[in-house]
C-alpha cells in the first residue's frame, strides 16, 4: 500500500506562482511513475504532468507545457509540481498518484494510476 497526501494548493492571483507537494507513505516509491491530476469544476478529470522513477522523463499537458514543472526526490519521498504563470483555467483540485505497475515511463491515463492522494485545491482569481 502507498497513501499520498498532498499540500501545498491555495488561492493565488493570474500569473502568480505555486508549488504542489505529494509525500508517499507505505512500501516503496522510488520505482513508482508519479503524476498529477487535475479535476476542474463540473469536468473530467485530467493528466497534468508524469515523472520516471529516475525523473529523466516527464511529459506534461499542452496547456501546461513551458509554465509547470514536474520533479521528484526520492529520498524524501516526494514528488513535486511547480506552477508557474498560473491561469484561471488552471483553477481545479490537484490530486497526485502514484503507478507501481513497473512501468518505464509517465502515462497520461488515470486509470493506470493504482494510488490516489486526497486532492489540494488550487484557485487562480483572474
Known amino acids: 500500500q502507498v497513501q499520498l497526501v498532498a499540500s501545498g494548493g491555495g488561492l493565488v492571483q493570474a500569473g502568480g506562482s505555486l508549488r504542489l507537494s505529494c509525500v508517499a507513505s507505505?512500501?516503496?516509491?522510488?520505482?513508482?511513475?508519479m503524476g498529477w491530476f487535475r479535476q476542474p469544476p463540473e469536468k473530467e478529470r485530467e493528466f497534468v504532468a508524469g515523472?520516471?522513477?529516475?525523473?529523466?522523463?516527464?511529459d506534461y499537458a499542452d496547456s501546461v507545457k513551458g509554465r509547470f514543472t514536474i520533479s521528484r526526490d526520492n529520498a524524501k519521498k516526494t514528488v513535486y509540481l511547480q506552477m508557474d504563470n498560473l491561469k484561471p483555467g488552471d483553477t481545479a483540485v490537484y490530486f497526485c498518484?502514484?503507478?507501481?505497475?513497473?512501468?518505464?515511463?509517465?502515462?497520461?491515463?488515470?486509470?493506470?494510476?493504482?494510488?490516489w492522494g486526497q486532492g489540494t485545491q488550487v484557485t487562480v482569481s483572474s
Open positions: 515523472i520516471s522513477w529516475s525523473g529523466r522523463s516527464t
Open positions: 507505505g512500501r516503496t516509491f522510488g520505482s513508482d511513475v
Open positions: 498518484a502514484a503507478d507501481s505497475s513497473g512501468t518505464m515511463v509517465p502515462r497520461r491515463s488515470a486509470s493506470v494510476y493504482g494510488y
